[in-house]
């Protein structure tokens, strides 16, 4: 059985759970409400304040759905209380970013600057003029507004500069070697 699968999503106090007869989850939480379509043959069932992912047998699809949907579940449940945040780190000379309001104003030595609007349920800061975070409840929409953001300057080996994410670590190259 999938180790992942069989795992209960435990449900904290101010969450609720709700799964409709089209096996649609929706979760609504502190922060907010997600809904995710379920594929039908997967059981969902909330017993004793868990939700609990079920498959109806052992093929290799079944197998990977049954991990799939759990996680998208649990994921869910945590991004209606506690949120999700990816830090973006910017190195270079001149290199900045500033949030105001919906918008995300990236200035990366191009001769204009970029600007990212943020969907719904994103939101930008910049706590210093070289470090962006994106904060959501929905982790896949973080993650690609980050990815997105990343790829307007990507970082580079010979000097390191671009949009890293924070814990990223870039393999630097020696540089060109000179006449002796």
Do not use: C, W
């Not at 079920?54 to 949907?69: I, Q, V």
């Not at 990343?150 to 924070?166: A, D, H």
Request: hydrophobic share 35%; proline share 6%.
């Amino acid at each position: 059985m999938s180790r992942i699968g069989k795992l209960p999503i435990p449900v904290p106090a101010g969450v609720t759970v709700n799964i409709g007869d089209d096996n649609t989850v929706t979760v609504k939480g502190p922060k907010g409400e997600l809904a995710q379509k379920v594929n039908t043959q997967i059981g969902v069932k909330l017993e004793n304040g868990e939700v609990v992912v079920t498959r109806p047998a052992d093929s290799k699809e079944f197998r990977s759905l049954h991990g799939l949907y759990r996680a998208l579940i649990n994921n869910m449940v945590t991004g209606v209380t506690k949120g999700f945040e990816k830090v973006l780190v910017m190195e270079g000379v001149g290199y900045r970013a500033a949030a105001e309001g919906k918008k995300l104003t990236l200035n990366v030595g191009y001769s204009h600057p970029v600007v990212f609007e943020a969907k719904d349920g994103i939101s930008f800061e910049t706590p210093a003029p070289t470090r962006i975070i994106v904060k959501g409840i929905d982790k896949q929409a973080v993650g690609a507004i980050a990815a997105d953001i990343r790829e307007v300057r990507k970082p580079e080996p010979y000097l390191g500069k671009g949009i890293r994410y924070e814990n990223e670590h870039i393999r630097r190259k020696e540089g060109k070697a000179g006449k002796k």
